[in-house]
C-alpha cells in the first residue's frame, strides 16, 4: 500500500517568508508526528496528533512554527516568518497506535522528508 | 530527561564480514522502547529492528539482532554478512513506554554513517 507522503519534497523560501509543508499518513493511521532533521544531526522531535487531537507539541521551536490536523488525516505543518535556522529536513511519521491495547508500541513509518533551505 | 549517544560517527565493514554499531542510553524509566533505524541517501528513515525493554531475549530481524544489556543501558546493532544495500546511516532511538501517556516521540542518536566496502 501507499506509504507516508511528503510534499513539497524541496522547498526553498527566502528569509521572512511562510512556509506550509504537507504529509499525508499511511490510511488509517491514528498518530502523526513531526521531526526536524538538521544536516548530520539525528531528527528531533516537534509535535504529536492523534486523529485530529494535538497531544505533544513541546518540540515546537518557538511561536513560529505552528501544526494542524482538521480532519484526523493530512497534516501540515506551517513555519511563519523562515530564518535561516529553520533550514532543515522536516520527517513525519505515522502509525497505527492509538489507546487501545492493541495498538500499542506500533512502529512509526516514516515519508521522504521536505528539504527546506531558508535563504 | 532522557538521551541517546552513538559515540561512532563512522563505520566500515567489508562485504560479507560482520559490524556492530553501538548505542548507550540514559533513562530512569523501567518500561521503554529501543530502535534501530536506517536512513539510506533517499533520506526515507526504515525501521530496521525493535527491543521491548521488559523482553530479556534480543531481538533477530534476519540478518540484523541486538545485544541488549538492560543494566548497561546498551543496546548494539549486529549486522552479519553485509551486503552493498546495508550502507547508510544508522540511528538509534527510545520511546517511552506505553504508560507514559501522550509521550509517544522518539528520542534519536546522533547516527552512524556505515560504509560497506566491495
Known amino acids: 500500500g501507499a506509504g507516508v507522503s511528503q510534499s513539497p519534497r524541496y522547498k526553498v523560501a527566502k528569509r521572512g517568508q511562510d512556509v506550509a509543508l504537507r504529509c499525508d499518513p499511511i490510511s488509517g493511521h491514528v498518530s502523526l508526528f513531526w521531526y526536524q532533521q538538521a544536516l548530520g544531526q539525528g531528527p528531533e522531535f516537534l509535535t504529536y496528533f492523534q486523529n485530529e487531537a494535538q497531544l505533544d507539541k513541546s518540540g515546537l521551536p518557538s511561536d513560529r512554527f505552528f501544526a494542524e490536523r482538521p480532519e484526523g488525516s493530512v497534516s501540515t505543518l506551517k513555519i511563519q516568518r523562515t530564518q535561516q535556522e529553520d533550514s532543515a529536513v522536516y520527517l513525519c511519521?505515522?502509525?497505527?497506535?492509538?489507546?487501545?491495547?492493541?495498538?500499542?508500541?506500533?512502529?512509526?513509518?516514516f515519508g521522504d522528508g521536505t528539504r527546506l533551505s531558508i535563504l | 530527561a532522557q538521551t541517546v549517544t552513538q559515540s561512532q560517527p563512522e563505520m566500515s565493514v567489508q562485504e560479507a564480514e560482520t559490524v556492530t554499531l553501538s548505542c548507550t542510553y540514559d533513562?530512569?524509566?523501567?518500561?521503554?522502547?529501543l530502535f534501530w533505524y536506517k536512513q539510506p541517501p533517499s533520506r526515507q528513515m526504515i525501521l530496521v529492528i525493535r527491543?521491548?525493554?521488559?523482553k530479556q531475549q534480543n531481538a533477530t530481524e534476519n540478518r540484523f539482532s541486538v545485544n541488549f544489556q538492560k543494566a548497561a543501558k546498551s543496546f548494539s546493532l549486529k549486522i552479519s554478512d553485509s551486503q552493498l544495500g546495508d550502507a547508510a546511516m544508522y540511528f538509534c532511538?527510545?520511546?517511552?513506554?506505553?504508560?507514559?501517556?501522550?509521550?509517544?516521540?522518539?528520542?534519536w542518536g546522533l547516527g552512524t554513517s556505515l560504509a560497506v566496502n566491495p
Open positions: 533513562t530512569s524509566e523501567s518500561d521503554y522502547y
Open positions: 532511538a527510545y520511546r517511552s513506554g506505553y504508560n507514559a501517556g501522550n509521550n509517544r516521540k522518539l528520542i
Open positions: 527491543q521491548e525493554a521488559y
Open positions: 511519521a505515522s502509525s497505527l497506535e492509538g489507546d487501545g491495547p492493541s495498538f500499542r508500541n506500533q512502529p512509526q513509518h
